[in-house]
C-alpha cells in the first residue's frame, strides 16, 4: 500500500506564494513520477506540473511560468512552489504519483486526499 501525503495549502492572498509537499510513503520499489493537479471548483481536474524520476518536467498552461516543480527520489518527495497566486487559482490540489512499481510488480497509480488552496484577499 503506497500513501500520499500532502501539506502546505491554506489561505493566501492574490500575489502570494505558497508552497506545497507531498510525501509518498509506504512499501514499493520505484515511482515514475510524482505531480500535482488540481479540480478548481465545478470544473475538472486538471495538471499544474509533473517531474519524473530523471528529472525531466512537465506544466499545465494553468500556472506555467508561476510555478516550479521539484523532487527527491531518495525521500520520495515533491514540491510545489507557486507564485503570483490568483483567485482563479483556487482549488483542491491533489499529489499523484505515477506508475508506482509495487512489491507485487504491478504498475499502478494513487492519489493524495487532497489540499485546499484558497487566494483570496
Not at 55 to 63: F, I
Not at 72 to 86: A, I, Y
Not at 106 to 118: A, K, L, N
Request: charged share 20%; with cysteine.
Amino acid at each position: 500500500q503506497v500513501e500520499l501525503v500532502e501539506s502546505g495549502g491554506g489561505l493566501v492572498q492574490p500575489g502570494g506564494s505558497l508552497r506545497l509537499s507531498c510525501l509518498a510513503s509506504g512499501n514499493f520499489f520505484s515511482i515514475h513520477a510524482m505531480g500535482w493537479y488540481r479540480q478548481p471548483p465545478g470544473k475538472q481536474r486538471e495538471l499544474v506540473a509533473m517531474i519524473t524520476s530523471d528529472g525531466g518536467t512537465r506544466y499545465g498552461s494553468s500556472l506555467e511560468g508561476r510555478s516550479t516543480i521539484s523532487g527527491d527520489n531518495d525521500k520520495n518527495t515533491v514540491n510545489l512552489e507557486m507564485r503570483s497566486l490568483k483567485p482563479e487559482d483556487t482549488a483542491v490540489y491533489y499529489c499523484h504519483a505515477d506508475r508506482v512499481e509495487t512489491l507485487g510488480l504491478e504498475f499502478v497509480d494513487f492519489w493524495g486526499q487532497g489540499t485546499q488552496v484558497t487566494v483570496s484577499s
